[in-house]
């Protein structure tokens, strides 16, 4: 492998580093199709902002049944789900990209969907399923980026790992809901 070096050497980083200046963080060695890698972004985004409504809809009406942890539950991923959407969005402009926030069109972006529910079950079973779709469409995008764009990469990881997080609660608060339903019958 001697005729291929680890790195490039530096003085040709330090001569491309000056050319294009004006596109940022975006450098000669970026090597994802950045048109692309926005419009995954984008559709990412759609996808956060449609759990975010869902996930508020969900703390209005249980709190209105004085189902209180389950409402504590949805006010935190709402919460987080809105820190998803700013990371996403923070990125997309890094990139030379625009975030799309307008809300024509969000839900034909958006892989989740947006369900309001008729009972808390329904209400829980549909976040389980909305975060289990965003599960696997975003381990789709980490897997796509891989190591072309390790910033977007981690990006998308980390919020990954957070609806990991947030499919367990949910599947938590249905096993919980249905065992107090066994003990009341
Ligand atoms: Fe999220
Ligand atoms: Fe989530």
Not at 47 to 64: N, P
Request: aromatic content about 6%; hydrophobic content about 40%; proline content about 2%.
């Amino acid at each position: 492998m001697a005729d291929q070096p680890f790195l490039t050497d530096i003085k040709t980083i330090r001569e491309r580093a000056r050319q294009h200046i004006e596109r940022g963080a975006v450098t000669e060695g970026y090597r994802a199709d950045r048109e692309n890698v926005i419009n995954l972004l984008n559709e990412a985004l759609a996808t956060e902002i449609v759990c975010y409504l869902r996930y508020k809809r969900h703390y209005y009406m249980a709190d209105g049944l004085s189902a209180h942890i389950a409402a504590e539950e949805f006010l935190e991923h709402a919460q987080q789900e809105q820190q998803h959407a700013d990371w996403l969005a923070a990125r997309i402009v890094q990139l030379g990209g625009a975030p799309n926030f307008s809300p024509e069109g969000i839900q034909t972006r958006a892989h989740a969907e947006y369900v309001e529910g008729d009972s808390l079950k329904e209400m829980i079973k549909e976040d389980l399923i909305a975060e289990r779709i965003a599960i696997d469409s975003y381990r789709e995008i980490v897997n796509y980026l891989g190591e072309n764009d390790p910033t977007s990469r981690r990006i998308m990881e980390d919020i990954l790992a957070q609806e990991e997080e947030h499919a367990d609660d949910m599947a938590g608060l249905l096993e919980g809901l249905d065992r107090l339903n066994q003990s009341n019958a």
